[in-house]
């Protein structure tokens, strides 16, 4: 009906064929079914008008149905200061008490024409409490925002506004330590589900669902609100990292260290959410800020509409203000005395501290500016990286540099050194592989792999040196002591049966063993000058006869397609080792594939 009686704008009002096309046909109404087993039933009358609670076109068409009322509702409260907005069917109007109860008033008679009522169970409403007396005479029915202490039981005052908690410190803290509890429950059921059997699926959630989960709380709260729920979900995130990886990283410092950074940096992604809060909430104000006010023309003219242009924020941020960085900039919204404000710049001037002005020849790209100077829209040539990577950009490559150096300050012949410049941009790769096919590992070379990158103890030659035990040699050839990273056992010359080993460990040079099989080759892996050598040489065959030697034949021609990948996948292995393919002129796609740190 709003739609096609013209009480909408008319871009929204193009979507009449589509809401006739939708909503027009009379539809069968059910009840019950949901987990409980109850049966579903048609219930006796047709839905004729409306949406049904749950469709996907309802929210949509809620939203248009409500426009009118909504514009109404925010422009008398606009005259004062105040505004409205809504989300879905969560209506929120900011302004003083008294104009916002009888602005309230004349909005829910406005709905009540559409069939709405206001559910003043849901409601809530918040005031800062030196202004608590005005609120009290005129908030009527509609209930306090509150939360409870579970320990003390006193009530804290607030509400949330699009998830985010506002109000009292109390309120905001409780409400973020409850998110952290949801999360922490989670997390204990993903650790108990796939802990034990499935470790490498239990990465790939750590790093792609999980460290995820606090980041739109973190970007919209006061970042001294936020600091303490997000160090209990860096806390939350470690223990199943832990679990995930199979290895205990916090023993080990460079290791703690190189956990955050990207792997392109010897890391692992996974990156704390205190470190990341300072950047989150800079990224967020930068998206926001420039937006709020009306960009205008010499003349005064509007440009284009802001999404909040009020007299108080035009106060403290300043129109046109992003328009010249050198001279406005942030500026007068960082010295203005907003709480939001005084973060921004505290924030910004703790990250420039902790870089020290670049170390050597560092790339900075933001952080060497001044807060007020900070760009905070891409450049009219072309879009620029967000300034959340701008920033994290900068102190990542800061670390990085710090711990190049410090490797590069050790004894040439020392484990650490030898093991940092052995690593190359890909050597972390299995780290982002899905546990499918061929790169899928057992929980055991999972973390036998992870150790191996990140310069921890082997878990099963950890135990073994502990016990004493010794590498048995074929021959004569002395028993070689079992020490905890395992780097013996990997270079060990002469050890019987040692090529079934290889092949058997190294997914490489599994995956090389099983294509030369499929192609006949006979598969042999030696040990020479501190290289694994695999040597593949064609048998002799002869000229395939009948259908079921050319089916042979086709699945060999298969197979030979499958070497050109060869290359890629044995330079993402971390053993330190060299495949050599000794084949025919006409399969001889890959050559020599050294692997990092050769």
């Known amino acids: 009906r709003q739609l096609s009686d013209g009480s909408v704008p008319g871009e929204i009002r193009a979507l009449a064929r589509l809401a006739h096309a939708t909503l027009g046909p009379q539809a069968p109404v059910f009840a019950g079914g949901g987990s409980g087993g109850a049966p579903l039933t048609q219930l006796p009358f047709r839905s004729s008008e409306g949406v049904q609670q749950g469709s996907v076109e309802g929210s949509y068409f809620?939203?248009?149905?409500?426009?009118?009322?909504?514009?109404?509702?925010?422009?008398?409260?606009?005259?004062?200061g105040g505004a409205a907005r809504a989300g879905h069917d969560d209506v929120y109007a900011v302004g003083p008490p008294a104009l916002v109860a009888a602005a309230l008033s004349r909005f829910e008679a406005a709905l009540a024409g559409l069939g709405l009522h206001a559910n003043l169970a849901k409601s809530a409403c918040w005031?800062?409490?030196?202004?608590?007396?005005?609120?009290?005479?005129?908030?009527?029915?509609?209930?306090?925002?509150?939360?409870?202490?579970?320990?003390?039981?006193?009530?804290?005052?607030?509400?949330?506004?699009?998830?985010?908690?506002?109000?009292?410190?109390?309120?905001?803290?409780?409400?973020?330590?409850t998110k952290t509890d949801e999360i922490a429950g989670i997390s204990n059921k993903l650790i108990t589900t796939l802990g034990s059997s499935a470790k490498q699926s239990l990465w790939v959630l750590t790093r792609r669902s999980t460290i995820f989960r606090f980041f739109y709380l973190i970007s919209h709260s006061y970042l001294s609100d936020s600091l303490q729920a997000a160090a209990a979900f860096d806390d939350i995130l470690a223990r199943q990292a832990t679990v995930a990886l199979g290895v205990s990283v916090s023993t080990d410092a460079i290791a703690s260290r190189r956990l955050p950074l990207p792997i392109a940096m010897h890391g692992t992604g996974l990156r704390k959410q205190v470190d990341l809060a300072p950047a989150l909430i800079w990224s967020a104000a930068s998206l926001a800020l420039p937006h709020l006010l009306d960009t205008r023309a010499a003349d005064g003219s509007v440009l284009e509409a802001g999404v909040l242009d009020r007299p108080a924020i035009a106060a403290r941020v300043g129109h046109d203000a992003f328009a010249d960085m050198d001279a406005h900039g942030w500026r007068s919204f960082l010295a203005s005395g907003s709480r939001l404000g005084r973060d921004l710049a505290s924030a910004w001037h703790a990250m420039q501290a902790e870089l020290g002005g670049g170390q050597g020849d560092t790339e900075v790209r933001v952080l060497r500016l001044p807060p007020g100077s900070v760009a905070p829209a891409a450049p009219a040539a072309g879009r620029r990286p967000s300034l959340l990577a701008d920033i994290t950009g900068d102190r990542e490559r800061c670390r990085f540099d710090m711990l190049n150096a410090e490797h590069a300050a050790m004894p040439p012949g020392s484990r650490p050194r030898g093991l940092w410049f052995g690593l190359g941009k890909e050597s972390g790769l299995f780290l982002e592989a899905l546990p499918r096919a061929y790169a899928a590992f057992s929980p055991a070379e999972w973390a036998e792999a992870v150790a191996r990158y990140l310069g921890l103890p082997s878990p099963v030659c950890a135990q073994l040196a502990a016990a004493g035990a010794r590498l048995a040699r074929s021959g004569s050839q002395r028993p070689i002591p079992v020490e905890a990273y395992g780097d013996a056992l990997a270079a060990a010359p002469g050890v019987a049966h040692d090529h079934v080993a290889k092949l058997r460990h190294n997914p490489a040079l599994k995956?090389?063993?099983?294509?030369?099989?499929?192609?006949?080759?006979?598969?042999?892996?030696?040990?020479?000058?501190?290289?694994?050598?695999?040597?593949?040489?064609?048998?002799?065959?002869?000229?395939?006869?009948?259908?079921?030697?050319?089916?042979?034949?086709?699945?060999?021609?298969?197979?030979?397609?499958?070497?050109?990948?060869?290359?890629?996948?044995?330079?993402?292995?971390?053993?330190?080792a060299q495949v050599d393919l000794v084949l025919p002129h006409a399969l001889r796609p890959v050559g020599h594939a050294p692997l990092p740190g050769r």
């Open 62 to 80: 809620f939203a248009v149905a409500i426009q009118p009322a909504l514009v109404a509702l925010d422009a008398e409260l606009a005259a004062v």
């Open 511 to 576: 995956l090389l063993a099983s294509l030369a099989r499929g192609l006949r080759w006979d598969v042999r892996a030696a040990r020479g000058r501190g290289h694994l050598w695999l040597r593949a040489r064609r048998r002799a065959a002869g000229r395939a006869r009948g259908p079921a030697a050319s089916a042979r034949a086709h699945r060999r021609s298969r197979r030979r397609a499958q070497w050109h990948g060869l290359g890629a996948l044995a330079r993402a292995d971390v053993v330190r």
């Open 127 to 177: 005031i800062d409490p030196r202004s608590a007396d005005a609120l009290e005479g005129c908030r009527g029915a509609v209930p306090l925002g509150s939360v409870a202490d579970p320990a003390t039981g006193a009530l804290h005052y607030g509400l949330n506004i699009y998830g985010v908690p506002v109000g009292s410190p109390g309120y905001v803290g409780r409400t973020l330590a």
